[in-house]
């Protein structure tokens, strides 16, 4: 079935994750950040309405959530709680699998994902490489044995609380595969948690593979295509960190705007001053501005559209550029409050830098928009 318009089913849902953000999200979020630890609570009530098991199937206890419900799920998220937001979703990556992978590894891995009893994680970024991912150094090389795997993954989301590592290295001298890791496998260690500007509640460490020995059923479908794999993984979760963005950036606004009817100066709200107005309004703006891309772009991405490449990177940059820009602004409109890690803007700001970079920095995404532009 085509997809061709957002209709009152995506109301709906989105409703109902919106109030299951600020009723079971919102409250722990400052705290999440401020102690830099996981959103136990948050993660914890997330399973109640089956979001770490989303968009996998019915057969393994997923929802079989399309690419819509993906990103509304994390833009609320996001709103209240960025950290939040990518702990559930990182649970995704696992589509994976349930894409390429045997049915013995989708029993294996899919299942304890859904019931929230593993976490999973990217292996991607290497010390020297982030968006040049063809260029990875680490090695996969088959033995009688197993996969021998040697090399390090860098600012790996979930690194040391996960329990599957989805790790990309290189099979051959131009191709890759992508391989099922454990964290009990032996000669896989983690290098001490990363201390972060933003996103303090979601754990981000080096994944260390010294003779990582695994089975040679662990490998993702056919060991040199996983170049491949990984980019049609990529399009749909350029989308999601495009929610991501947009969802900082709405939870930015949704504060601004309450601070600025609430707070009086000179007799009167501030909100109220044609200054403050036009800020609201450019800030709304860039917020729909990202909304209307990515929602365009996901409808495309869903109808396997051939334009749905260009248009996810231009949804990335927008709904992320939107969150640094909304972000800076909320500050701004919260006075010297908004420096104050009392608000939660101060939290959003931090926040919203990394959308920016990850997932392919918006320089690239700007690249590969040129390059499909002059494609034509």
């Given at each position: ?7 009152e ?7 109902q994750?919106?109030?299951f953000?600020?009723?079971k999200?919102?409250?722990?979020a400052?705290?999440v950040?401020?102690?830099g630890?996981?959103p136990?609570e948050?993660y914890e ?10 968009p996998?199937?019915e ?9 819509l419900?993906?990103?509304?799920t ?27 992978g ?23 970024t290497e010390p ?38 989805l ?5 051959e ?10 964290k ?13 500007m ?15 020995l ?6 993702i479908?056919?060991?040199g295509q996983?170049g ?5 993984g ?13 969802g900082?950036a709405q939870?930015a ?15 009167r ?11 609201v309004a450019d800030?709304a703006m ?13 409808t ?5 559209d051939?334009?749905?490449?260009k ?9 992320t550029d939107?969150?640094m820009?909304?972000a ?20 959003m ?14 320089q ?13």
């Amino acid at each position: 079935m085509k997809i061709t318009h957002y209709d009152e089913m995506y109301d709906a849902f989105r409703d109902q994750v919106r109030r299951f953000a600020k009723e079971k999200v919102a409250p722990h979020a400052a705290k999440v950040d401020e102690e830099g630890r996981p959103p136990f609570e948050a993660y914890e009530a997330s399973l109640e309405l089956g979001l770490p098991g989303l968009p996998f199937s019915e057969e393994f206890g997923g929802q079989e959530g399309d690419v819509l419900t993906q990103i509304i799920t994390v833009e609320e998220l996001a709103r209240v709680c960025a950290s939040t937001a990518t702990t559930v979703s990182t649970c995704w990556i696992m589509m994976l699998v349930q894409r390429f992978g045997s049915e013995e590894q989708k029993r294996m891995i899919i299942p304890p994902v859904v019931r929230g009893e593993h976490r999973s994680a990217w292996g991607l970024t290497e010390p020297k490489g982030g968006s040049d991912l063809m260029g990875v150094v680490t090695s996969a090389k088959k033995t009688a044995d197993g996969w021998l795997l040697n090399g390090t993954k860098r600012f790996i989301t979930n690194g040391g609380w996960a329990d599957w590592y989805l790790i990309f290295a290189r099979t051959e001298a131009d191709k890759f595969g992508i391989f099922l890791v454990s964290k009990d496998d032996a000669g896989v260690s983690f290098g001490a948690p990363e201390r972060k500007m933003g996103l303090r509640g979601s754990p981000t460490s080096d994944v260390i593979l010294e003779d990582c020995l695994i089975p040679l059923d662990r490998v993702i479908g056919e060991p040199g295509q996983g170049g491949e794999y990984i980019r049609a993984g990529l399009l749909g979760s350029r989308l999601k960190y495009a929610a991501h963005g947009l969802g900082v950036a709405q939870g930015a606004l949704d504060e601004a705007l309450a601070y600025t009817q609430e707070r009086q100066q000179f007799g009167r709200p501030v909100a109220d001053f044609q200054m403050i107005k036009g800020m609201v309004a450019d800030m709304a703006m860039k917020v729909e501005a990202g909304r209307a891309m990515l929602m365009h772009a996901a409808t495309l991405v869903m109808n396997d559209d051939p334009r749905a490449k260009k248009y996810a990177s231009m949804a990335k940059v927008l709904c992320t550029d939107a969150a640094m820009s909304v972000a800076t602004d909320a500050v701004q409109l919260h006075g010297g409050y908004g420096y104050l890690k009392d608000y939660a803007v101060e939290r959003m700001l931090r926040d919203a830098k990394i959308t920016q970079i990850w997932e392919g920095t918006n320089q690239i995404q700007r690249l590969m928009i040129a390059k499909e532009v002059y494609r034509g």
